[in-house]
C-alpha cells in the first residue's frame, strides 16, 4: 500500500491533520463505528472531561484497530462529533500530540452537534483505517 499527504496549504499541520490521503495498492479497510467515552461494558466515564473522553475514545479506536490487525498508524480518516467545540478545541493539542507519536495523519472533520448517545459524552470519534 501507498499513502501520499494531499495538502495545498500548510495551515493544518498546527492541528495535526491533513486534506487528503490518497491511497494506492490497498489491502484492507476497516471503518469503525463512532467510538465513545465508555467502559467494556458500555457505561459513559469521565462525564465533562474533554481530554479524558477523547483519551478513552481514542483507546477503544485503537482495541478495535488492533483486534482487526490494525494500527492507529493505519488510520486515514477521523471524524469528530462533540457537544462542545470549545472545549474540544482546548484538548486539540493534546490530541494532536497523540497521533502524532502514534504516526497518525489523518484527513479530518469536527462536527458541532446537540447530544450524543448519553447526557454525559460530550465527544464521539468515527475512524477508517487502510492497510
Known amino acids: 500500500m501507498s499513502r501520499k499527504i494531499v495538502n495545498p ?30 467502559d467494556s461494558e458500555g457505561n459513559p466515564i469521565h462525564a465533562g472531561d474533554m481530554s479524558a473522553q477523547i483519551n478513552q475514545a481514542l483507546d477503544n479506536i485503537e482495541t478495535i484497530l488492533r483486534q482487526a490487525g490494525f494500527q ?23 490530541l494532536g500530540a497523540r497521533l502524532g507519536v502514534a504516526g497518525c495523519r489523518p484527513a479530518s472533520t469536527l462536527l458541532g452537534i446537540s447530544a450524543l448517545f448519553h447526557p454525559d459524552i460530550i465527544v464521539e470519534i468515527e475512524a477508517t483505517a487502510i492497510i
Open 72 to 94: 492507529l498508524a493505519d488510520v486515514v480518516r477521523l471524524k469528530y462529533y462533540t457537544t462542545d467545540i470549545e472545549a474540544f478545541s482546548k484538548a486539540a493539542k493534546g
Open 9 to 38: 496549504w500548510g495551515w493544518q499541520d498546527r492541528f495535526g491533520f491533513v486534506q487528503a490521503n490518497e491511497i494506492t495498492g490497498a489491502q484492507r479497510m476497516l471503518f469503525c463505528a463512532g467510538q465513545t467515552s465508555v
